[in-house]
């Protein structure tokens, strides 16, 4: 015994087949979200240039050092 009131109008999957068509809802839409945003701006902040700057500074200046000494 079964505590389906009506089996033949429970959704599901049929006997022997796969998910009935309009019984699972439609996947997202794939076009959301696509191109620029309005607000970029273009290029590099200053901020990470400037980071990235040091950074290869100090690893030139260390090199130069180390190379003198050895």
């Keep these: ?3 389906d ?3 033949e109008r429970t959704p599901g999957p ?7 068509p ?5 996947g997202e839409d794939s076009t959301g979200g696509i191109g620029p945003r309005d607000d970029m701006t273009r290029g590099w902040a200053k901020g ?3 980071v990235i700057g040091a950074l290869v500074l100090i690893f030139a200046v260390t090199v130069l050092i180390w190379a003198a000494i050895v």
């Design 48 to 50: 990470p240039v400037f």
């Design 22 to 26: 309009g019984e699972t809802p439609p």
């Design 5 to 7: 009131p009506e089996p």
């Design 14 to 20: 049929e006997p022997g087949a796969g998910v009935p």
């Design 1 to 3: 015994m079964t505590n």
